[in-house]
């Protein structure tokens, strides 16, 4: 019997894909059968997760990519276009997190501008430019990587927590326009996830209120979950047997 998982023949983009989330959902998909095109700002990281998944005999590239610039994105999709003829799945899970504890009045504007530029720009330039290739495809998929932060609960950060319901936000409207052109458009909203960004927030607090790091990371690796467990759960949304999903989906 098929694998119902089988990605065999897709192209999948995925943006973060260099670390955390991103690069667990560009290795899963790639053990799928789908061709991988990681893009990142990273390019150390990037290039590695690529390699990765090269040295398992599997397909993947990895262009470096800064989501926020316009040009960079439509130059990631012509080189997606000419290597490879279509595209089946884009998942839009390129994030930051920014000014954790900041009260309103010590925030940069810079600083909120950014991560607002990462986190919903990013994913609606990433979307403007894949349409009409997902289009193509017939039947294809859009996952937006936002947060349980922010859409059903506060985030330590201003910029993140309003980044996140953004990006909610702009995932349930993209579906509805996105329909009638036979793509399906998902949000998926983790919680607490043992990634770079996430214990970098558990070490900020620990300082904040004196207690140790070692023991904030040692309970937060215990209690959190993986980054594989968020990925498995992208991979089936990206998958023909995920068709009558709809909606925003939460993890732990």
Not at 51 to 67: G, H, K, N, W
Not at 70 to 91: K, N, T, Y
Not at 193 to 201: A, G
């Amino acid at each position: 019997m098929d694998n119902p998982l089988n990605l065999q023949g897709k192209v999948i983009l995925i943006t973060g894909g260099a670390q955390g989330i991103g690069e667990a959902t560009a290795r899963l998909c790639a053990e799928g059968g789908a061709s991988i095109v990681i893009a990142d700002f990273n390019r150390e990281r990037g290039e590695q997760a690529a390699a990765t998944i090269r040295e398992q005999s599997y397909l993947a590239d990895f262009v470096p990519t800064d989501v926020r610039d316009d040009q960079q994105i439509q130059a990631l999709f012509d080189m997606v276009r000419q290597r490879h003829g279509r595209l089946d799945g884009l998942v839009c899970a390129a994030g930051v997190l920014k000014g954790p504890f900041l009260q309103p009045e010590e925030f940069p504007l810079d600083m909120f501008e950014m991560v607002l530029d990462v986190n919903v720009k990013g994913a609606f330039l990433c979307a403007k430019y894949a349409t009409p290739m997902l289009e193509a495809s017939g039947r294809g998929v859009v996952v937006v990587v936002a947060s349980g932060a922010g859409v059903i609960g506060p985030s330590s950060s201003l910029a993140y927590g309003a980044s996140k319901g953004g990006a909610n936000g702009f995932g349930m409207t993209l579906a509805n326009h996105l329909a009638p052109r036979n793509i399906r458009v998902n949000v998926i909203c983790p919680g607490n996830i043992v990634t770079d960004m996430k214990l970098s927030v558990e070490i900020e607090q620990a300082k904040r209120e004196g207690r140790s790091v070692e023991a904030a990371l040692e309970n937060a690796k215990r209690d959190y979950g993986v980054p594989e467990g968020v990925a498995r759960v992208i991979r089936f949304i990206l998958s023909n047997e995920a068709e009558y999903l709809r909606g925003t989906l939460f993890t732990r």
